[in-house]
C-alpha cells in the first residue's frame, strides 16, 4: 500500500508541477493528498515545500537551458521576498488563514477579469504609467513572501499578477522570474520547516520527482507557446481555486 501511496504522489506531483510553472495553483492538490495520506497541516505544509522547491530547481534549469532567463532581475525580486518567506513559515502552524482565504478568492477573480479583458495596444499606451509606478513590485514581493512561506497555495497567481500588472512583463518572462522567486524564498521556509520536525522526506521526495518532471516539461511548453497557452491554463485554474476558496465545491 505504501508504493501505492509514492506512486500517487509522482502522479498528483506531476499534474501539480505542470501546474505551478504555467499557472499556480499545483498545491491545491498536493496539500489535500498529504492530509489524505494522514499528515496534519502543519507536516503536510511542510512535507509539499520539498516538491516546490527541487520543482523550480528543475524549472529554472528547463528555462536557463532554452537561454530564457534574466538571473540578475530574478535574484532582486526574490531577496524582498525572503524577510516575508521567513516570518509567513515561522507563523504557519499558528495562524488562522479563514478569512485570507476568502479574501484571496476575491482578488484571483479580479486577476481573472483583468487577464481576460487585458490589451496589448492599452498597455502600451500606459507603459509611461506603469513605469512610474514600477517600484511596488517591492513591496508587493514582501507581502507575497510572507503569503508564500506562511501557506504556499496560491501563491503562483499572485506573483503573476504583480509581475504581470507592475512591471509589464510578457506571461512567459513572467513565469520565469516566477519560479525563481519561489526557489528563493522556499530556501529558508523549507529550512524552517525542517528544523521543527515538520517534513516528511519518503513523501515529499516522491511529490518532489513528480513535481520536477511537470516543472520541467511546462517550462518548455511555456516557451514553445507562449502567452496563449499560459493564458488559457492561467484563467482556468485561477478560476477553480477561488471557486475552492469559497467553498463552492
Known amino acids: 500500500m505504501e508504493y501505492l501511496h509514492l ?3 509522482f502522479a498528483i506531483g506531476t499534474v501539480a508541477g505542470m501546474l505551478n510553472v504555467m499557472a499556480g495553483g ?3 492538490l498536493t496539500l489535500p493528498a498529504l492530509i ?3 499528515l496534519d497541516s502543519a507536516l503536510a505544509n511542510g512535507t509539499n515545500r520539498v516538491a516546490i522547491l527541487v520543482q523550480n530547481i528543475f524549472a529554472i534549469l528547463s528555462f536557463r537551458q532554452q537561454k530564457f532567463h534574466e538571473f540578475k532581475t530574478s535574484f532582486k525580486l526574490a531577496l ?3 524577510p516575508g518567506g521567513i516570518a509567513g513559515a515561522l507563523v504557519a502552524v499558528t495562524m488562522d488563514d479563514q478569512w485570507f482565504q476568502r479574501i484571496l478568492a476575491i482578488v484571483l477573480i479580479g486577476v481573472i477579469i483583468s487577464m481576460i479583458f487585458y490589451s496589448k495596444n492599452r498597455a502600451t499606451q ?3 504609467n506603469s513605469k512610474a509606478r514600477q517600484w511596488l513590485v517591492y513591496p508587493a514581493m514582501l507581502g507575497i513572501g510572507f503569503y508564500g512561506g506562511f501557506i504556499q497555495v496560491g501563491v503562483g497567481f499572485l506573483l503573476m499578477a504583480a509581475l504581470f500588472h507592475l512591471l509589464r512583463c510578457s506571461l512567459v518572462f ?3 522570474h516566477k519560479v525563481f522567486i519561489v526557489f ?4 529558508p521556509a523549507l529550512g524552517i520547516f525542517i528544523w521543527s520536525g515538520n517534513v516528511d522526506w519518503q513523501l515529499g521526495l516522491s511529490l518532489a520527482a513528480g513535481n520536477s518532471l511537470g516543472g520541467w516539461w511546462a517550462a518548455r511548453l511555456s516557451v514553445k ?3 496563449r497557452i499560459i493564458r488559457l491554463v492561467l484563467i482556468l485554474a485561477i478560476f477553480i481555486m477561488a471557486l475552492k476558496l469559497l467553498n463552492v465545491f
Do not use: A, C, D, H
Open 174 to 176: 513572467v513565469n520565469m
Open 7 to 9: 506512486l500517487m504522489l
Open 80 to 82: 524582498w521576498t525572503l
Open 225 to 227: 507557446k507562449g502567452e
Open 184 to 187: 528563493i524564498y522556499t530556501i
Open 26 to 28: 499545483g498545491s491545491t
Open 126 to 128: 500606459q507603459l509611461e
Open 36 to 38: 489524505f495520506l494522514g
